[in-house]
């Protein structure tokens, strides 16, 4: 079955500085990437996503890039603000089969 | 906008006692999913429905958990005893067809604690 790694597990940066989460895949056949946002207490909520036939999708200061021949995607956030302090999930799909999460990283916006 | 409701929000209960979870899912979404989330980790699936059919539960302890979602609307989940270990975040999400083609919606959990 599918194998999603992430990291760093931990991220700390500036009000307005940039931050990047990188996971990897191991199923060559997955072909759908979602990342999730999950506040305290809160179920994760999804906040972009990319398909294997796209490198790379932007929403406002949000960006999702793919690399399939490495096999491994990373979203990028600029202008951090405080309300961007969450835990972070990268997830795989392959085919019929449910979202593989990865460990998290909870990500902290210092003011 | 829709949620998926999840209740009770928290639960404690004592090992070997029997614990279940409900799960209401955004009306005509037929895929219905039952996650475990241990602290600091990522959702695990436990088990999969599409409509009231099992698609995928081989990651759910069967001698002690069951799932079922008997007129593929709501869901339940049970645990028969609780264990120490089953102490976590159970997630139920749904989606309107498989994750490829709509994105899952997750409730906001039960907290379970077995002491």
């Known amino acids: 079955g599918e194998n999603v790694e992430q990291h760093p597990s931990t991220l700390s940066v500036q009000e307005g500085d940039s931050a990047v989460i990188k996971c990897t895949y191991s199923d060559s056949a997955s072909n759908y990437f979602p990342w999730y946002k999950q506040e305290l207490g809160k179920g994760p909520q999804l906040i972009i996503d990319i398909r294997s036939n796209v490198g790379e999708k932007k929403d406002q200061r949000i960006a999702v890039t793919l690399n399939k021949t490495a096999k491994h995607f990373s979203l990028h956030i600029t202008e951090t603000q405080p309300e961007d302090s969450a835990v972070y999930f990268c997830?795989?799909?392959?085919?019929?089969?449910?979202?593989?999460f990865g460990s998290g990283t909870r990500l902290q916006v210092q003011p | 906008e829709a949620e998926v409701a999840q209740s009770p929000r928290y639960k404690i209960t004592e090992k070997s006692q029997a614990v279940a979870f409900w799960c209401d899912p955004i009306s005509g979404h037929a895929t219905l999913y039952w996650y475990r989330q241990i602290l600091g980790q990522g959702p695990e699936l436990l088990v999969q429905f599409q409509d009231e059919s099992v698609v995928d539960d081989s990651q759910l302890p069967k001698d002690r958990f069951s799932a079922e979602r008997l007129k593929g609307v709501d869901s339940t989940l049970k645990i028969q005893p609780a264990e120490l270990g089953d102490s976590a975040m159970y997630l139920c999400a749904s989606s309107l067809r498989g994750p490829r083609n709509s994105p899952l919606h997750f409730g906001n959990g039960t907290r379970l604690t077995v002491t």
């Open positions: 997830a795989g799909e392959t085919g019929r089969r449910a979202l593989t």
